[in-house]
């Protein structure tokens, strides 16, 4: 009698279990932040429960995979929308300015501005490397199953704002924030 109680209740830990890694990494994957290119809506050392999905709307924070690394990021735009941006740096999608506070982007180095954009320095160049607007051509027809990621602290990231990078595939996303802790 009491082995097959043990056996039953070893069963049902067991499946509770096993249905649980399957909803994390299936339906709900779980990240750890490391960086700060999001800040302030998500900072360092943030852990963040995503909801797995392809569908990814402008405003949405998510995680998508590029190279060997996880990102995440902002999404602007989506498939078949027009990315444009001013010399200042203010970003329009579909003609309409982005409404953004800006106040949190800070300037930096030049030594780290060339370290994220691959730009020479002035010295080299006569000119200041561009963090605000990237080395993307404007304006940018984002293609259809991709979409325009950026981080809130530009200055400080890699996103499609550099041809490196480019648009996001929609196969590439992970999926958007549902909770962050």
């Not at 043990?6 to 049902?12: A, K, Y």
């Not at 550099?162 to 909770?179: H, P, Q």
Request: aromatic content about 8%.
């Amino acid at each position: 009698m009491f082995i097959r109680i043990f056996t039953r209740t070893v069963s049902v830990i067991l499946i509770i279990a096993a249905a649980s890694v399957l909803m994390a990494y299936e339906l709900f994957p779980v990240v750890r932040v490391y960086g700060s290119s999001m800040e302030p809506a998500v900072k360092e050392g943030d852990i963040l429960i995503l909801l797995k999905t392809e569908n990814i709307e402008a405003g949405d924070i998510a995680a998508y995979c590029y190279g060997n690394k996880i990102l995440i990021r902002r999404c602007i735009a989506g498939p078949e929308d027009v990315v444009d941006m001013d010399q200042e740096g203010t970003i329009y999608v579909n003609g309409s300015a982005l409404n953004e506070d800006k106040s949190f982007i800070q300037k930096i180095p030049t030594e780290q501005s060339e370290e994220i954009s691959g730009s020479k320095s002035d010295s080299e160049t006569g000119a200041e490397p561009d963090c605000l607007r990237g080395d993307q051509e404007y304006p940018l027809c984002v293609l259809e199953e991709n979409y325009f990621f950026i981080a809130d602290s530009r200055e400080k990231a890699m996103d499609s704002r550099y041809r490196e990078m480019g648009t996001i595939r929609k196969a590439d996303v992970i999926g958007k924030v549902l909770i962050q802790l």
